[in-house]
Nanobody, 123 residues
């Protein structure tokens, strides 16, 4: 089973920046994409960003495009989400997971969801 551990969240003012980290561990075979998701209070979990196995392709939700950047280490099992120009509507618990390059963008994931990391953006 694959475990995910997210970190780096916090409280920031609107316009500020945060960098989230996620490490995947456990029984992982083959290549896989990694993605970030978020869940705001009272809302369903939604896709935020994904990155291919090679790191050469990235995908973003329209709501974060141009503000968030996802990257992946050469070891492949750790990803980052650089979040700039944060808005109050970015407030949510952020999660990461692994999956197929295309299906992860519609929420189909392979790993167990971690506890996530809370991001709070004040206005």
């Amino acid at each position: 089973q694959v475990q995910l551990a997210e970190s780096g969240g916090g409280l920031v003012q609107a316009g500020g920046s945060l960098r989230l980290s996620c490490a995947a561990s456990g029984r992982i075979f083959g290549s896989y994409a990694m993605g970030w998701f978020r869940q705001a209070p009272g809302k369903e979990r939604e896709f935020v960003a994904a990155i291919s196995w090679s790191g050469g392709s990235t995908y973003y939700a329209d709501s974060v495009k141009g503000r968030f950047t996802m990257s992946r280490t050469s070891a492949k099992n750790t990803v980052y989400l650089q979040m700039n120009s944060l808005k109050p509507e970015d407030t949510a618990v952020y999660y990461c997971n692994i999956g197929d390059n295309k299906l992860i963008r519609v929420g189909v994931t392979f790993g167990s969801w971690g506890q996530g990391t809370q991001v709070t953006v004040s206005s």
